[in-house]
């Protein structure tokens, strides 16, 4: 099995762009679709980016995912940055039947 | 709507057993994969389980091979997990989640809210 390896935490300012980095240890990002969790404190965790670019209906266009090949890593980006938006991300992707999280980046907005 | 709702979680002995259940609504059961995660308090999430839509194919994180056991009744919209020789490690919030209608168990879509086990003396 592969890692996903995630940066620890992130901070930013309201308003401004954010990007959360994930990657894969081993085998190639591009072969299995990657996604993106929001999970605020005391929540369970909603998807706001599936099959590494597509967003489902109700996250708002603020949030953005892509694959970078050359690094063999996703991303996800958040624009416009809004204190509600703090919370911890988390990516996933799979290997065969297995699920692979990555550790998780708290986001912090101040 | 599309509801997962966990029960069962509680205090448990170390060696002791627990049966998780996760009642589902609002889409069809039968056509999808179903899920356990879990998050130990403070951590991140941790996939436990998955099982196929008819339940012929299980898979499991190798640190509970042979001590949990993943089912479903497709009559009953009802997914569980059993868990047996219970460990201090096994301490988290247990989550039910749906995984996806096709061959492979992509990713999960939805998430049930949790039911928390806690495994100590």
């Known amino acids: 099995n592969f890692m996903l390896t995630q940066p620890h935490s992130v901070s930013e300012s309201p308003g401004k762009t954010v990007t959360i980095s994930c990657t894969r240890s081993?085998?190639?990002?591009?072969?299995?679709?990657v996604q993106w969790y929001q999970q605020r404190p005391g929540s369970a965790p909603t998807t706001v980016i599936y099959?590494?670019?597509?967003?489902p209906s109700g996250v708002p266009d603020r949030f953005s995912g892509s694959i970078d090949r050359s690094s063999n890593s996703a991303s996800l980006t958040i624009s416009g940055l809004r204190t509600e938006d703090e919370a911890d991300y988390y990516c996933q992707s799979y290997d065969n039947y297995n699920w692979v999280f990555g550790g998780g980046t708290k986001l912090t907005v101040v | 709507e599309v509801q997962l709702v966990e029960s069962g979680g509680g205090l448990v002995q170390p060696g002791g057993s627990l049966r998780l259940s996760c009642a589902v609504s609002g889409f069809t059961f039968s056509s999808y994969w179903m899920s356990w995660v879990r998050q130990a308090p403070g951590k991140g999430l941790e996939w436990v389980a998955n099982?196929?839509?008819?339940?012929?194919?299980?898979y499991y994180v190798d640190s509970i091979k042979g001590r949990f056991t993943i089912s479903r009744d497709n009559a009953k919209n009802s997914l569980s997990l059993q868990m047996n020789s219970l460990r201090a490690e096994d301490t988290a919030i247990y989550y039910c989640?749906?995984?996806?209608?096709?061959?492979?168990?992509?990713?999960?879509?939805?998430w049930g809210q949790g039911t928390l086990v806690t495994v100590s003396s």
């Open positions: 099982i196929k839509q008819d339940g012929s194919e299980k």
């Open positions: 099959e590494d670019n597509q967003r």
């Open positions: 081993s085998g190639t990002i591009a072969n299995n679709y």
């Open positions: 989640a749906r995984g996806g209608s096709g061959r492979l168990p992509v990713s999960p879509d939805f």
